[in-house]
Each structure stands twice: as structure tokens, then as C-alpha cells.
């Protein structure tokens, strides 16, 4: 290969200048090269270990490296929460592999063993590539997931001193079957929990209650393994992983990997010529807008991976790319997708290391399953949703020498809007927290039957699974699922296995089946909280690329039957949903204002479906949808304003449905700004007078049973989350609402009744009693200008009488998206 002159100023300039686009690089950052800094190999860590790491171009590990080594050594739990390509993996790797050659030399071979755990099964197979790097023979690995053939899971069993295996397969495989495990875990020195920032939300609460049961179990056998965690950087890795496992942690944080001079350029597409709904300008959609850049840099010679939310966003980049291009470079454009097989994705990643392939567009599978690094340059359509992910997808790009160039390119949505005219929010801030919510009884409930099943739980194993447990217990004996004996201990009582009865990823109720009609072919799964909305009958379904016609669906048997079709529309469902306090926590006043957080109940019935143009968003027509409606308890933040405020506002009382549905998307929109969440976990509900409060109220809650922290966030974070929500509507440039600020693609309302104007007034009012300085516990801090929000008051005017609550509260539907990635298990 030619040496490659890729100045990443110049690209970004070559770029950006061309064909009048200078109004779209809304920011450019220069991101300075760092150092690398060495220390020696820590005590203990095997001869052999380090001469296969020098056969690898390792002499010394990085000071990161050995810090945590000498942590492990010593037993403590560690964090390891540094950037992509700094060597976590080595530093995990060394103590661990060095401990499982210590205990070749016990009698039986095994005098030691360790478990790793990653969220997929591409990353677990990664893993084991590594250790055969740097192991000789003698370190037994294996693989255990649901692909391992029967014959060798006993092999792996009875033999194996490291093994490579995911949460469901520990859940539902490994500990219900703990007996036959027995020799295995009585030596286990250590758990390696690779990926750990992925544990987050419902998902990352159960694995938590997974890796309680995990450690009981050990006790009992008699060991107490050391727990390595390795995290993308996030703000309070300790914490994150003490919630994880239960157990005090170090977080090692200080990076000492060298990385290139990196140019980071924010982009917003342009506005259309089209109209949206309620006739809203539409700008150009960030896949299109990365449809062009690529073409462009692949024509420069330039080795890019687009990062894709979708696969077939992924997909529809690659082939525009590839139309652009034309042959031959066309060919040397592919898209990526998970499911790939080990050697498909090999391939890919080699061919994109000698540069056969310049241009890759991906879904984040990438981020997780295949080893690139040092590409000239990373697009990102869409902000990835946390800042740890889009840190880890922009250190994708650089080599030492040369610097990269990273883009992010806006969706047309609040919050990507807010970002691209709000650097500091990403440069100038730490990376968010990871949230999870282990002690959610909905959450506990299973893993207590499961825990009870794999050995009867007795009084002091309370204390392992958190101040939930104790209460539960009484309330599960009633359920029939527990009984407790004269000895005190709790047993299970059923024939079925307790774990099944919980799917770590799902959350609650039967998934439904996606079915093809005419072949009986299964496409796949959706939650079934999600069902009503996505797959009801009629709805258009889009899998890979395709799109099918719901013909029926059959909530009996969670059968979804599916043909077929390229209408030209798409579906939206229309819902309504109310909401009632359960409890309340904690209150806060703000001046006249309040903000709460505690239970609530979510009732939601899907009741129609709007037909959309596909083109233009045009509406085609509405039909009427029979299904029961749905209850969710959850937890919530809220907020009230007062008559006073409304009036102080200049919010009339015809206004205030819009206003307060308006700050209701756009708050949700901002939310994954200060917890780890996307749009799609979290729903809310406005309405003008809530019997409950007395009081125009606005609530935003936790889509899952029980909660996941995220409200739990809003309402730690609710000063500067609603500043930047009032400044992300304020800002935009459109005169009545679009989807960059109020308007929302899930709104169960049509997106009506949105007045963007008194939604600003509505959130200044709300603020201006807000406390001037809250404590940061980590996170962003995007904006300062709290102080600066009560400039908005006019002449008042009377807010007229009592107002019955809305026919129909503003609604946001919340519908669990499937991830993207395939599952584990
Ligand atoms: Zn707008
Ligand atoms: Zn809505």
C-alpha cells in the first residue's frame, strides 16, 4: 500500500467547503495526541505471560495496565474504564491467565479457574482468541453458550479452567445446574466482566441479581472470587460496578495508551424542500447525509466506517455509497451487520485493515464484535446515545502518527439537534453514568425463585440481594412460588425451573412471534409491551430491509401473522393512556412549582393507526383498533406549576395542552443526555389538570415494570436536564415546532395538540424557582444558563376556569425497540 496523506483538517475542510455546505460543520474540535507512559510487569504475573505478550510487540504493559494487574494480584475488585484500543483486555488477561497457570500445577490440573462474561456471543469467541495468544495449551479455554454441542459441555465442565460464556447462559445453564459445576466453581479465582457499561437499564439490573446468585453459590462452595470489570469510560465506574456485583470495586481510570491527534467536526444536514407533520421542515436524514460523505471520502481514498442505528440504516448507506461510486469502487463499499458468522466477520475486519475495503457503513455490532482500529475515519449518523458509545465508536479512528477525523452527523431529532449547536455537552463534559436499578421488585422477585431453586434461601442470604429482598419473600410465599420451612429457609415449590421464568433481556409478558403467513417462516420477536403499538394488525413491520403487512395479531397466542408488502406508507399507532400516584418519594418546591418522583400507573390502550406517506409524512388515513388496554407500574418523575405561574407565563389555558405536551417530547428527547437510556425506555404523559396533583402536570416514567433508573435520574439531574430541554426548543430554527425540537416519532397524540412557543414560557416559569446549584453526581452538566430563564414573562392574563382534564392526555407511547445486536444465549 502506498503511504496514505490523509490530513483530517483538510478532509474535514475538502468536505465541508464544497457545494455551499460551510453552514453544516456547526463545530470543529481538535482532540490532541497523548503520550504513552510504561511500568513494569507487576509481581506475579506468569514468565510466560509476558513472553507472549513481548511475542506480540508488548515489552511493558501501560501504567493503566499494571495498576490494574497489581489490583487483581492482590485481590480487589477492579473497574478498568479506559478508551477503545488501551489494552483492557491485557490488563484483565495477565493476573488471570498467570493465576490459571499457577493452578495447572495443583494436583488435579485445576487448582484455579475463572469465568468470563461478555453481552455477546461474538465478543466471548473474540476472547478466546486472545487468551490463545497468550497462553500456551496448558490454560484450558472454552466457549459455553447455546451453541456449545452437548458432548462438550461436559468437557467443559469437568476440564476447562476458563470459560467463555454470557449472562443468559449463566442464568438459565450454569447456575441452575450448579452441582455439575461443583469442581469449577469451588476453584474460581476470578470473573471477568468484559463490556460492563452494556449492563445497564432492566438488562443490566437482572444481570446484577445474576451475578448475587452467582456469588451465593460460591460461597457455598467455598470460594470468593475477585470480580474484573472492563467498562468504556463512564462517569463513576466504581459505583456502576459496585451496583453490578454487589462488591466494592477500584476503578482504574487514568489512560496511559497513546492516541493520535483526533479532529472531531459536528454536522447538521440541511433543511428540504419537504414537509413533515402539521406541515414541520424536514431536514435531510443523517443516513442520506452519510450516504454523501462517505462517497466522498472512499473517492479521497480514505479508509471510514459509518456507524448506523439500524441494520437497514446500515444497508441503505452501503448501497448509496455504492450508487454514487459507481464500479469500480463501488465494490470496495460494503455494509456490516450483526449475525455475521466468526469468519465472515474476519474477513471484514482484515480487509479492512490492508484497505481492500475503504468504506464499511455498520451498526454498532461493529463496537462490539470485530477488532478495527485505526481507521482514517468514523462517521456517526445519529448521536450513538451516550457519550460513552460515541467516544468509543470516534476511537475507532487514529493511528499514532497520522490523526483522524470523526463526524457526527444530526439526526433530525431534539436531541441530536441540541448536540451538533452544544459542543460543550460532548467535549466538555465526562461521559454519563450507567444506570441500573438492582433493587427494583420486579427485577428481585424471579431471581430470589431462581436463587431459592438452586439452594434454599435462608435468612442471612438476604443481605446479598439488597434491602428489597426481605419484603418480597412473604409476598412470593403467598404467591405459591416460595414455602418456608420449620429450619426458616425458603424453598421453591414449583416442578417448572425457576429460571425460565425470567428472560434477562425481555421485559415481562410473552414475546410475540413474528410469523410469515404464507411460509410460516419466523422472522422474529417483539416485547410484548411493545406489540400493540408495532405490530398490531395492519401496521407495516420492516425486518432487514423488508417490509411486511400485519395481517393479524393474535394476542392468545402472541402470534403476529405477516405478509408481504411495499405500501407506500407507514404505520403509526394512535393511543390513549392515563396515568394515576401510586406514592410519592421525594418532593422538591421550586418557588410555587413542584418535582416529584415515585410509583406510578400507566394505562394505555392502542386505539387506531395512522397511514402515512412514506414520501412527504402525508396522512393517508385513520383506522380503529380493538385491543384491551395495558397496565404498567413503574416509577416516575413529575412536575406541577401552578395557576399563578400559568399566569405569570402568559399561558392561557387554550395554550397550555401544547405547551405542556411540547416540554413533555422534548424532555424525553434530552433524558439519554444524563442517564443511560434512549428514547425508546422511557415514556411520559401531559395533562392540563391531573386530578392527582390538582395541577398542570407533566410525567415522564420508566417503560419497564418496576423502573430502571432512569427516571430516578430526570429527577436528580431535573435542573440542568429541563434547562437544556427549554434551550434545545428555544433554539430552533423552526417558526412552529419540527422533529429537531417538540415534535416526537413515537407520539401516540399525532403529535397534536405542540405549541413550542408557550412550551418555552412554560419551562422558564417552571425553572425559575428552580435551585440555582445542584450537586453534579457525574454526568453532563451541558449548560449554565439556568440562571438565565425567567426573562420570558408578558402581560398575564387570567387563565380562565377550572380546566377538566383532556379528553385525551398528550401521550408518548413507550415501545421497547428490539436491539439491534442478535442476543446472546
Ligand atoms: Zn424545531
Ligand atoms: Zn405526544
Redesign the pocket.
Known sequence: MPPRHHQPEALLETLSTDRGRADRLTHTEHLPARAARYAPWPQGIRAEVVEAAAALGVSQPWTHQAEAMDLARSGRSVVIATGTASGKSLGYLAPVLSALLDGTEARNGRGATALYLAPTKALAADQRRRAAELVPGRVRVALYDGDTPGEEREWVRQYASYVLTNPDMLHRGILPAHPRWSSFLKALEYVVIDECHSYRGVFGSHVAQVLRRLRRLCARYGSNPTFLLASATTAEPAATAERLTGLPAVAVTDDASPRGPLVFGLWEPPLTENVGEHGAPVRRTATAEAGHLLTELVQAGTRTVVFVRSRRGAELVALQAQDQLGSPLAGRVAAYRGGYLAEERRALESDLQSGRLLGVASTSALELGVDVSGLDAVLMAGYPGTRASLWQQAGRAGREAQGALAVLIARDDPLDTYLVHHPEALFATPVEATVLDPDNPHVLAPHLCAAAAELPLSEPDLALFGPSAAPLLPVLERRGLLRRRTDGSWYWTRRERAADRVDLRGSGGNPVQIVEAPTGRLLGTVDAAAAHTTVHTGAVHLHQGRSYLVQDLDLETSVALVERADPPYTTAARDITSISILSTDTTEEWGEARLSFGSVEVVNQVVGYLRKRISTGEILGESKLNLPPRTLRTRAVWWSVTEDQLLDADIPVDQLPGAA?AA??ASIGLLPLFATCDRWDIG?V?VPLHPDTGLPTVFVYDGHSGGAGFSERGFRRAVEWLTATRHAIAACECERGCPSCVQ?P??????DP?DKAAAVRLLGILLAGAPNHREASGGARPNDDARATTTDQATAVRAGEEQPPAERP???QSAAEQPVDGSAG
Open positions: 405536551h413533555e417530547h411520559g401531559s416526537s413515537k407520539c401516540g397524540n399525532g403529535n405542540l398528550a401521550v408518548e
